[in-house]
């Protein structure tokens, strides 16, 4: 038997990332944790009587995690001085409604702007200088080349760090994000004599290492800018990416200090989020030029080791396609914010159960309605979670997001799923939404709505496949509670539009 000692610590163990099967997983008190979250409007979080109804509707949104910013301006009113009431109130109102938190450090950037930073360093404009456009016009974002900001950035995040490690021992906070939609806006690089001279001089032989490095293992959209047999300046080795690279290699280096000045503290999983590029056609600056974008991944892996994941906030159409982006080169999902429509309850599906995503979280959690379709998808997923994060990264799970009729076959346990919508797209225009899971070779959990899923037989396998039982339920405290038996009418596996939960069991035969 364990030593009381041991179980405490096992217990007690910060939360970390860790690589279970292919899959990087968020491990809470020794499990792997989900967050079925939501994050709050931005100014919700500055008043603690504002919060008490906040809670409620997370609480009533079956979410497990709430994302909740703490402001520099707010922790830091004056130089050196800290006021951690906001901090307290929010452990302490997430643990009255048993919650998880994810914490945002809003400081130097808030999409893209410096409009967090507390007084003091605002008003300071020679010490905290400011980025510049071209002719010279300071901007309303601090600098990234400014390094007494980045001091004084890093300083507050190490002090809510330290705080944490001491205020926090039950672990409330399981991650915090640094910054906030990090670049500039409005032009492709900052222009501030500290940035032309360093955009005049050569490229850091550690960005560049780095790259050779990874060699095929690069992003293409970083490929196509790179000359790797060159040396010199920005401009001669990255070409017409020289301004974004630039932006994103110095972006990144401040907020690996921050980041790096708060881990020192307390280790907690840290990540940077991104406002991505809304369409082909645009040019950096017109979003964040230098923000962690997929495209610029691995300039930020390179320069922001203490940074442990790039996560993006999703507001595109293209769901699948940003999951697909921001899981390449080992780059764990963590969706900390999405849209907060209708597509939320189909795409946490997508996101958890196909892309292995630690957090899913619409934006404005607040304001979602609590009978919703995000509220049904939550409660089911809520339910299901343990089985579902175990199976994260274990090849034994599948999710389902289809706003089409297309058939799509996959091959899961010891048989072939043949899925399509239960009702045709093209006339009712609701997705698909879902997931599977084999829990043993002959036996499955399909969990969703708007799914008919057919088992076929494995390519030389036994031609006729006949279910041993079908039946709907829900998991209470992890255990799978059996409702009706489905046969007759019911036999086929098809879940209409209200979300819901099925077991079967098959059996093939000569
Ligand atoms: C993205 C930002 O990261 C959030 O803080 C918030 O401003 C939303 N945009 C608003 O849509």
């Known amino acids: 038997m364990k030593s009381e000692t041991a179980r405490t ?10 690589k279970r099967g292919t899959a990087t997983q968020l491990i809470v008190d020794g499990k792997p944790f ?21 809670w409620e509707r997370v609480v009533a949104l079956h979410c497990n995690t709430a994302i909740v910013p703490v402001y520099w301006e707010l922790l830091e009113p004056a130089e050196g ?9 929010l452990l302490k109102g997430a643990r009255k409604h048993h919650l998880k938190l994810a914490l945002l450090w809003f400081a130097t950037w808030k999409n893209a702007y410096s409009s967090y930073t507390p007084a003091w360093v605002k008003t300071a404009l020679e010490r905290f200088f400011r980025a510049q456009t071209a002719d010279g ?7 990234c080349m400014c390094d007494a900001a980045c001091v004084a950035d890093a300083r507050a995040c190490a002090a809510l760090m330290r705080h944490l490690r001491k205020a926090d021992p039950q672990h409330t906070v399981l991650a915090v994000q640094i910054e906030n939609e990090t670049g500039i806006l409005g032009q492709s690089r900052d222009h501030c004599p500290a940035a032309e001279r360093a955009f005049a001089s050569a490229v850091p032989a550690q960005l560049l290492e780095h790259l050779q490095a990874r060699g095929e293992g690069l992003v293409p959209e970083l490929k196509e800018v790179w000359n790797p047999g060159a040396k010199g300046t920005w401009a001669e080795v990255f070409g017409a990416g020289a301004d974004e690279v630039f932006m994103a290699w110095h972006v990144a280096r401040y907020v690996n200090r921050v980041a790096g000045a708060g881990k020192s503290e307390y280790p907690l999983p840290l990540y940077a989020n991104a406002w991505l590029v809304q369409h082909a056609s645009e040019r950096p ?7 962690p974008v997929s495209r610029m991944m691995n300039v930020w892996h390179a320069a922001a080791p203490a940074i442990d994941l790039l996560a993006p906030d999703i507001y595109l159409e293209d769901f699948k396609g940003v999951c697909a982006s921001y899981t390449r080169g080992g ?3 963590f969706i900390p914010e999405a849209r907060r429509d209708e597509s939320a309850a189909a795409n946490v599906f997508h996101a958890i ?11 404005g959690i607040e304001g979602i309605p609590a009978d919703g379709p995000l509220s049904k998808s939550y409660a089911l997923l809520a339910s299901a979670l343990p089985v579902v994060a175990e199976r994260q990264g274990t090849g034994t799970m599948l999710g389902i997001l289809q706003s089409s009729d297309a058939v799509r076959e996959a ?24 997931l599977v899971i084999a829990l043993a070779a002959d036996e499955y959990l399909v969990a969703g709505a708007n799914i008919a899923v057919d088992f076929l037989p494995l390519p030389g396998g036994l031609p006729n496949v006949e279910q041993l039982f079908h039946e709907e339920g829900r998991y209470e405290n992890g255990e799978w509670i059996p409702g009706r038996r489905l046969n007759g009418d019911e036999y086929a596996v098809v879940l209409h539009e209200e979300p819901g939960l099925r077991r079967v069991k098959l059996f093939s035969r000569a």
């Open 9 to 18: 610590k096992t217990v007690r163990a910060i939360p970390r990332l860790e």
């Open 34 to 54: 989900v967050m079925l979250a939501g994050e709050v409007h931005n100014s919700s979080a500055s008043s603690r009587e504002y919060m008490e109804s906040v």
């Open 81 to 89: 001085k800290y006021d951690f009431t906001l901090v307290d109130g």
């Open 137 to 143: 016009k300071n901007t309303n974002a601090i600098s």
């Open 285 to 291: 600056g017109q979003y964040p030029s230098g923000g």
């Open 331 to 333: 780059n764990p999902l």
């Open 353 to 363: 159960a196909q892309c292995d995503a630690i957090c899913f979280a619409p934006f």
């Open 411 to 434: 091959d899961l346990g010891g048989f072939r799923l043949r899925i399509k919508s239960a009702t045709p797209y093209e006339k009712t225009k609701v997705p698909s939404f879902g």
